[in-house]
């Protein structure tokens, strides 16, 4: 049973690029979140998919966009990268909208702006 | 800033000693959860608390909820090396399904 899984692993960029980093949830999940972890801090969230729609936004500004396929995998997308935006980028799946389940992390993209 | 604040920043302790930190949050929650990260690695779920619990169990693990203080605690017996890692508490909040609010966690070193 596959958990969740994240690609790429790692990536370098430079300011002002662009960059899509994509989630294959847990088997059996259809809600996928994603988060940013700076170095030292706790995640912040991102946000949140389900039936291929955006349920919930954290504080992050427009340049951070998302997309959820039909068979529950989702992308997240980043445009004019700031420095800032370096960072260990995690998604998560649960199951069931609106359930008390945890969340399933995967091992998350380690982004770099240089 | 963050919903949840744990205290303390870092613990370092022995082999087959208990280790304790605490968590406190600022709003009303639905439930709150804890996980452990190991470094560079995704985060793994330990236990979630509903807010009407006080108190759950898994294996090593103790979680207590005081929800008229706004705090929560983990504790882990008998700790051994391989529990060295980043402890992270998280609350959902009533009005917010799914969205987990994180603290800035503490750091456990667990040494042989």
């Known amino acids: 049973d596959a958990g969740v899984t994240q690609s790429p692993t790692h990536l370098i960029k430079t300011r002002g690029q662009q960059v899509t980093l994509r989630c294959s949830p847990k088997?059996?999940?259809?809600?996928v979140s994603w988060y940013q972890q700076a170095l030292g801090q706790g995640p912040q969230f991102i946000f949140q998919y389900y039936e291929e729609e955006e349920r919930q936004r954290g504080n992050f500004p427009d340049r951070f966009s998302g997309h959820q396929f039909p068979n529950y995998s989702s992308e997240l997308n980043v445009n004019a990268l700031l420095l800032g935006d370096s960072a260990l980028y995690l998604c998560a799946s649960s199951g069931g909208w609106g359930s008390n389940q945890p969340q399933h992390f995967g091992d998350g993209t380690r982004l770099s702006i240089l | 800033s963050q919903q949840g604040e744990e205290d303390p920043q870092a613990l370092s302790i022995q082999e087959g000693e208990n280790a304790t930190m605490n968590c406190s949050y600022k709003t009303s929650i639905n439930n709150l959860q804890w996980y452990r990260q190991n470094s560079g690695r995704g985060l793994v779920h330990l236990i979630l608390i509903r807010s009407n619990e006080r108190e759950k169990h898994s294996g090593r693990l103790r979680v207590t909820l005081d929800t008229s203080k706004k705090s929560s605690s983990l504790l882990i017996t008998a700790s051994r090396a391989a529990d060295t890692a980043s402890y992270f508490c998280a609350t959902v909040t009533t009005d917010s399904w799914g969205k987990l609010q994180f603290g800035a966690g503490t750091q456990v070193v667990v040494t042989p």
């Open positions: 088997s059996g999940h259809d809600t």
